[in-house]
């Protein structure tokens, strides 16, 4: 069984993603993130902050809002048209998920697709669906396909089951796994909740990725013998023996389904980093793009 090491490969992402940003301040431009945070969920504050320390550390520029959770539709709509037309501000994201009140689908469509480094935007979903290389793709599929790839598994060809059917990741994820190309050329088979038999579907797939959210979702049962698992899984559960008093587990359950794989990712330490150098580098593209 081979550990597929995410961190390993975040570094590599990021050491050309700084060659770009380089080249970059060589014509006088710093790329520029701006990660909106609308409330005080504990998990998503976290995620901002690691974008933040990330930014920080490629030296590239990043404006952090942290808005209370009472925001207004309408000012999160005004800073987003402010940010549209910052030219300091290349990549803008709003943390997902915002407070129930505000509709995140209306502000979505107000972030310039241009400026949509999570590729969330219609615009960019469709460019995707379209296999148009100026898409934004959501930034943790395209982290899993370049795990993939770096880990040198074939996707050509392959049978890859993706479990789960979210717009961040289920979609997008089968969506690059069916394109024409390198990390692609697969028959792809999207599963959820509704899926009958789930461990039969699975156990077809020589991959098998899984986005569901609930831990140890997928067991040894669900895996044949050689098949590679990504866990895209991030789930916190309670465990008193740790500082913070939980810790982070996958949705797969990897003591039971590591002994049978060619290769598996753990959590965490998988798809996590790569999900943020992933934004990184596309935050850096937008920054291209903008600055020609
Ligand atoms: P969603 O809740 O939006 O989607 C979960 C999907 O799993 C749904 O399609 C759902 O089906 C399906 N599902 C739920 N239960 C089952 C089940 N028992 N059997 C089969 N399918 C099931 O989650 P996300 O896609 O946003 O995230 C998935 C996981 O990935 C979460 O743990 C999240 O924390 C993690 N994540 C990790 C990231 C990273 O950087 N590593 C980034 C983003 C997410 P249905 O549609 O029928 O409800």
Redesign the pocket.
């Known amino acids: 069984m081979k550990l597929i090491d995410g961190k390993a490969v975040s570094a590599e992402v990021e050491f050309e993603t700084l060659s770009r940003i380089e080249a970059l301040n060589a014509r006088g431009i710093t790329p520029g993130l701006a990660v909106i945070l609308i409330g005080e969920d504990p998990a998503s504050q976290a995620y901002v902050r690691n974008k933040d320390r990330t930014c920080a550390a490629l030296g590239m520029h990043s404006r952090k809002f942290e808005l209370p959770a009472s925001t207004t539709q309408e000012e999160v709509m005004k800073l987003v048209r402010e940010l549209n037309a910052d030219p300091a501000i290349h990549g803008i994201l709003v943390q997902s998920p915002p407070p129930k009140h505000i509709d995140e689908h209306a502000v979505t469509l107000a972030i310039d697709p241009r400026k949509d480094v999570d590729g969330f935007h219609p615009l960019n979903v469709a460019k995707l669906a379209m296999e148009d290389p100026t898409a934004f793709v959501p930034c943790?599929p395209l982290?899993c396909q370049r795990l993939l790839i770096a880990a040198g598994i074939e996707t050509s060809g392959a049978e890859v089951v993706v479990?789960?059917?979210?717009l961040?990741?289920?979609k997008p994820m089968a969506l690059l796994l069916m394109a024409k190309g390198k990390g692609g050329d697969s028959t792809v088979t999207i599963?959820?909740?509704?899926?009958k038999d789930?461990a039969s579907v699975t156990r077809r797939a020589d991959i098998v990725i899984a986005?569901?959210?609930?831990p140890k979702?997928i067991g040894a049962e669900h895996i044949k013998e050689g098949a590679v698992v990504i866990d895209?899984?991030?789930?916190r559960i309670e465990d008193p023996s740790t500082n913070s008093g939980y810790r982070l587990v996958g949705?797969v359950d990897f003591d039971a389904v590591a002994h049978k794989c060619k290769a598996i990712t753990p959590v965490p330490g998988g798809?996590?980093p790569?999900?943020i150098a992933m934004l990184m580098s596309n935050t850096v593209t937008a920054a291209e793009r903008l600055t020609v």
């Open positions: 943790t982290g479990v789960g059917r979210s961040i990741v289920g599963a959820h909740s509704r899926t789930l986005a569901i959210g609930r979702a895209v899984g991030i789930n949705d798809v996590g790569m999900t």
